[in-house]
């Protein structure tokens, strides 16, 4: 079974704060993303990264970035907090290729910013 | 502008009928179609998928039918079942690299 693990299910961070959230997988896949998912909004992708050192935006990049410094391991950086990135932020990994594959999910983290 | 709805945000059904989960897109140009479920608390979980080269695609209780002319995807459940209680996502592959679109989800009540 694919694994894919968020390092935090709960985080409480102030205004202004540099928040880290950190993704790994165990299954060797070479797509990795981060979405965020609001009430009545869905799930709306944030950056996403098809190989190691590789990133893309995706459609609400503004004022996250990401680094992917190895392979199974992708993380979001929230580079100044702010009330409004108060979200439940989730990771998910897929292969790469040509072939299309489903994504894998971890269990998200729900993230309070004071 | 939304290239994908799901026009209910919420269903309720009773146990053992069917559930029908509905799904539009705008985009012709997608060519691969996934529905997820998820739970309270938890990721979502990929549930099944269809190409565009199909119409239907079948998988237990779980159906999804696809009408490219009317941009349309469904999802069946039968029979439905409280465990099923969840939201569904719709979602489609909206770049080369796998990136996914999705709606806004479903509520689907399953009330025994």
């Known amino acids: 079974d694919v694994k894919v693990t968020q390092s935090s299910r709960y985080l409480v961070k102030r205004t202004g704060e540099k928040v880290f959230l950190e993704c790994v997988q165990d299954?060797?896949?070479?797509?990795m993303f981060w979405y965020r998912q609001d009430p009545g909004l869905g799930l709306r992708l944030i950056y996403f990264?098809?190989?190691?050192?590789?990133?893309e935006k995706g459609d609400i990049p503004e004022g996250y970035s990401v680094s992917r410094e190895k392979k199974e391991r992708f993380s979001l950086i929230l580079e100044s907090a702010s009330t409004n990135q108060t979200s439940m932020y989730l990771c998910?990994?897929?292969?790469?290729?040509?072939?299309?594959?489903?994504?894998?999910f971890g269990d998200g983290t729900r993230l309070s910013i004071l | 502008d939304q290239q994908v709805k799901q026009n209910s945000p919420s269903l309720s059904v009773q146990e053992g009928r069917i559930s029908i989960l509905n799904c539009d897109y705008t985009?012709?140009?997608?060519?691969?179609f996934l529905w997820y479920k998820k739970y309270p608390a938890e990721g979502p979980t990929f549930l099944i998928s269809?190409?565009?080269?199909?119409d239907k695609n079948e998988d237990g209780r779980f159906t999804v039918f696809l009408n490219k002319s009317a941009k349309h995807l469904s999802l069946h459940i039968v029979p439905s079942q409280p465990g099923d209680s969840a939201v569904y996502f719709c979602?489609?592959?909206?770049?080369?690299?796998?990136?996914?679109?999705f709606g806004k989800g479903t509520k689907l009540s399953v009330k025994p």
């Open positions: 998910a990994s897929s292969f790469g290729g040509r072939v299309y594959q489903p994504q894998h």
């Open positions: 299954m060797d896949h070479e797509n």
């Open positions: 990264s098809y190989d190691v050192k590789m990133k």
């Open positions: 985009n012709s140009m997608f060519d691969y």
């Open positions: 269809i190409s565009s080269i199909k």
């Open positions: 979602a489609f592959i909206g770049g080369s690299q796998g990136n996914l679109i």
